[in-house]
Structures are given as C-alpha cells and as structure tokens.
C-alpha cells in the first residue's frame, strides 16, 4: 500500500462527531478531546479575563475534574462568557454544581447548568440519512 493510500485510510478511519442545534448540523472535532462518559457542566456569565486555567483551578478542589474550556472566538480570540468544566465522578458533579453555582470566577459570579451536549448529538449511523453530508 502506498503512503497515499495509508493516509487516506487513516482518515477514513478517524472519529467525527456530527452536532445539530439552532437548525443547523455540523462536525465538530473538539467534542473528541474529551472524555465521552463524563459528567460535564456549562459554566455562563464569564469575564473575559477567566482562561481555561482559570476556570480549572476554581474548581480543581473535586478530584475527579478532568478538564475545563473557556470557549473563545476563532477570530477574534476574546471569551464568548461561557465554558464547560469535566468531572469523571458523578458525585463530584452535583456536589461542585451546589456548591459553586453563583461563586465568583474572575470578576464575575458564574451560572452553572448540566451541559446538553450529548443532546445534540446524532448519531453517526443516521448520518447518510441526514442533510448533512
């Protein structure tokens, strides 16, 4: 097999994850740096100022935390005011979900809610019956 050929494989073979919210559908490849099985919660009403680091060590005193992302604009690179914070202990979610919910990260006091990510997910197999394509 030719290195093209490998290349080509190794692309066919590689996870995507196809989101629809707002009417629309599309890849979404950052949805595989995390862990799929986790106890994920969305973090509103950020400052500018709060960075992924930031927004981890606010809640880096739950053990099972596994990451935190502040989402930024691909352009401009500046905060949207939101993030999701990832727990691998279910347990460790509501108890940090209770108790930081309204706690000051960075200059603000933040919002928490269960992520609905996973809710806005299809599933691959139903992708050729989808629009998207």
């Known amino acids: 097999?030719?290195?093209?050929?490998k290349q080509?494989?190794?692309?066919?073979?590689?996870?995507?994850?196809?989101?629809?919210?707002?009417?629309?559908?599309?890849e979404d490849p950052?949805?595989?740096?995390?862990?799929?099985?986790?106890?994920?919660?969305?973090?509103?009403?950020?400052g500018n100022e709060v960075t992924?680091?930031?927004?981890y060590k606010a809640f880096s005193k739950y053990q099972s935390i596994q990451k935190a992302k502040v989402i930024r604009d691909k352009r401009t690179g500046k905060s949207k005011g939101y993030g999701f914070v990832s727990f691998k202990d279910a347990d460790e979610f509501v108890k940090?979900?209770?108790?930081?919910?309204?706690?000051?990260?960075?200059?603000?006091?933040?919002?928490?809610?269960?992520?609905?990510?996973?809710?806005?997910?299809i599933d691959v197999k139903n992708k050729k019956h989808h629009p998207y394509k």
Do not use: H
């Open 52 to 55: 992924d680091d930031v927004l």
């Open 96 to 121: 940090a979900w209770k108790e930081m919910n309204g706690k000051y990260v960075g200059n603000r006091p933040i919002k928490l809610r269960k992520s609905t990510w996973k809710d806005r997910n």
């Open 1 to 5: 097999m030719s290195s093209g050929n």
């Open 30 to 46: 950052t949805l595989l740096e995390w862990d799929l099985n986790d106890f994920r919660l969305f973090c509103g009403d950020l």
């Open 8 to 26: 080509q494989s190794s692309k066919k073979k590689q996870k995507t994850i196809i989101r629809a919210a707002g009417g629309e559908v599309w």
